[in-house]
């Protein structure tokens, strides 16, 4: 018999509530099984000591008859120092997007092109300056006011 150590879900909608359990693999998730070895309850803060409950001694029990701890499971039995830490690589699932990739070249292109034309502005010469002269248009108009 091929047996597994994983969840069973309890409680009501919304307000998930979970057993660690050792059951037969081909029995379904909710329905029976060998043993109730603890339970989980994500509900808690992750501080909280309430929030994973195990009996040790049988999930040592039934590791050594052979079960085959859930991908879940096994990361409980990690935090509790009951198995020892994998290490886990999957750069693919960091990776973003096929569109996300698309607006990043695009955002990369329009502030390569930002850069660019920033860079050709500071280049160029600064064009002369011609100081014109202030006072000839207020004598123009004093003196058409004088006529």
Do not use: C
């Not at 018999?1 to 909608?13: C, D, E, N, Q, V």
């Not at 859930?70 to 569109?99: H, M, Q, S, Y």
Request: no cysteine; charged share 35%; glycine share 4%.
């Amino acid at each position: 018999m091929a047996m597994k150590i994983r969840l069973a879900r309890g409680g009501s909608k919304k307000r998930p509530f979970y057993a660690i359990v050792a059951a037969d693999s081909r029995m379904p998730r909710d329905g029976r099984f060998i043993e109730k070895l603890g339970t989980y309850n994500p509900l808690l803060a992750k501080d909280s000591e309430d929030r994973i409950r195990m009996d040790v001694e049988r999930v040592k029990h039934w590791l050594a008859q052979g079960a085959q701890p859930t991908d879940r499971v096994v990361r409980f039995l990690e935090a509790a120092g009951i198995i020892e830490k994998k290490t886990r690589n999957n750069p693919v699932k960091a990776e973003p997007g096929k569109k996300a990739k698309e607006r990043a070249a695009e955002k990369a292109a329009k502030e390569a092109a930002a850069a660019e034309a920033a860079a050709a502005a500071a280049a160029a010469p600064a064009p002369a300056v011609v100081e014109a002269e202030v006072d000839a248009p207020a004598d123009a108009a004093t003196d058409a006011a004088t006529e």
